[in-house]
């Protein structure tokens, strides 16, 4: 976590440097806010925020939560407005002389732990001349008073002060799928290891957030989660929040990595959830494995969280057979579905997409089609796992009534909607309370 190896660097060398670049909107200034948040939560000692941007209740406006750990009189303006209702809080300066002079007095003043100047460049700007001076000379104030210095720059080309910090941070906003991407780079970073030189990251709720993945299929609990009368839950409360209710009755949910790269493990624990509430709310399940699954993962991987004599009353795995042909293999599925139906049984189908390309082209959409007609009508649920390799691709996409893509970024494992459009989620897990669930993290 980025957040915890600057803390880490804080610790172990006083007066350390961090040069943070970046175009406007990136999340620059959320980051360093964050961070003097999670040090003045530490009692890591006080902090001193210098805007060039912003006046003091501005700056509360922005980021309100930050007048809990940071007094007004430690948010300085440095605007050099000349319309300032409260000149305590002015930090005057005309030249690199006085600009020290002033910064020097308020860190020994006020017993500073961490300075922020934001920004740097209009700082240089201001003052003119004597800039790399003033570089030099501002590093050197940090150090000698072992005060933790954060700049913050516009500027993302390499200068003479990228040599001079500690560390230097170059944060971007991209597109991917048409979608928002926020990544940090870690250029350098002196006295701790660097994990990850790129890392993905969100500004969700105003906070600079580090988005790791962990999604990985375990031995835990899974909370039950009750099904509304128009959908059935996805085992994902967030993405229910998400979806408006869970997966519609009768949909056909269509789930496709973007990337040969995703491990099928990764979306496959995806759709588990989903096979796992089926089973809790004493459902049935069909599943047809993904090309590189059979019916020993699958049952193994459903094992992790439901008893074992449900799985044997409630599941039904099918594997395909290619010398059968496809009518023989979908006849004996629907031999399956025709045993839950007559129980009364709702039922979720698992269909792995990929694993039709072994049949003829015709067949598959015959049998595809008449499948999702079965299931809309029936007012079940059909979850469809495909590959970018998959043939019939762009009719299946027709077909599906909701349409997700799991990819990677940065290592994450991540999901956006396509049908409904969403954002990109970074996908995680963790235990809540007894019970294992997954985390949908807006990358906003």
Not at 20 to 40: H, N, Q, Y
Not at 82 to 104: G, I, P, T
Not at 325 to 332: C, L, P, R, V, W
Not at 346 to 374: A, P, Q, W, Y
């Amino acid at each position: 976590m980025i957040v915890n190896d600057v803390l880490e660097a804080f610790e172990r060398i006083g007066g350390y440097t961090i040069l943070v670049k970046g175009s406007p909107g990136t999340g620059k200034t959320t980051f360093a806010v964050t961070l003097l948040e999670e040090i003045c939560l530490k009692g890591g000692g006080k902090g001193v925020y210098i805007s060039t941007r912003v006046d003091p209740e501005t700056f509360y406006k922005q980021f309100p939560r930050i007048s809990k750990f940071i007094p007004a009189d430690n948010i300085l303006d440095a605007t050099q407005s000349e319309f300032v209702e409260d000149k305590s809080r002015q930090l005057r300066y005309e030249d690199f002389a006085s600009f020290l002079r002033a910064v020097f007095t308020k860190v020994e003043e006020k017993d500073v732990s961490i300075l922020i100047v934001d920004s740097w460049d209009a700082i240089c700007s201001q003052i003119g001349d004597d800039i790399e001076k003033l570089n030099v000379s501002m590093l050197d104030v940090a150090r000698k008073t072992e005060t933790n210095l954060i700049l913050i720059s516009e500027k993302e080309s390499e200068d003479k002060l990228d040599y001079l910090v500690d560390c230097i941070l170059l944060f971007k906003q991209e597109r991917e799928e048409e979608r928002l991407v926020r990544r940090v780079f870690i250029q350098k970073m002196r006295g701790v290891p660097i994990k990850e030189q790129m890392n993905l990251f969100t500004l969700h709720d105003g906070r600079f957030t580090h988005v790791t993945s962990n999604i990985a299929i375990v031995k835990a609990k899974k909370e039950k989660i009750p099904n509304k009368d128009e959908f059935f839950s996805s085992g994902i409360k967030g993405l229910d929040d998400i979806l408006g209710g869970g997966y519609p009755r009768g949909a056909f949910v269509l789930l496709e990595a973007a990337k040969e790269s995703v491990g099928l493990e990764s979306y496959w624990q995806i759709v588990l959830q989903t096979v796992v509430n089926f089973l809790h709310n004493d459902m049935g399940v069909l599943v047809i494995p993904e090309e590189g699954l059979n019916t020993k993962f699958v049952k193994e991987s459903v094992a992790n969280y439901v008893a074992e004599d449900k799985i044997d009353e409630h599941v039904r795995v099918i594997d395909a057979d290619v010398s059968e042909g496809i009518s023989a293999h979908f006849n004996a599925y629907l031999d399956e579905y025709n045993k839950f139906k007559s129980r009364n049984k709702h039922c979720l189908h698992v269909i792995g997409l990929t694993k039709m390309n072994f049949f003829d082209e015709n067949d598959v959409r015959i049998h595809l089609s008449d499948l999702v007609v079965r299931n809309h009508h029936n007012k079940d649920l059909m979850i469809g796992i495909m590959k970018p390799s998959t043939v019939l691709s762009g009719e299946i996409k027709e077909m599906a009534d909701i349409y997700l893509k799991v990819t990677q970024i940065e290592g994450v494992i991540c999901m956006y909607g396509v049908k409904p459009r969403t954002c990109i989620y970074g996908l995680s897990q963790e235990c809540s309370g007894e019970f294992l669930e997954i985390k949908l993290t807006p990358i906003v």
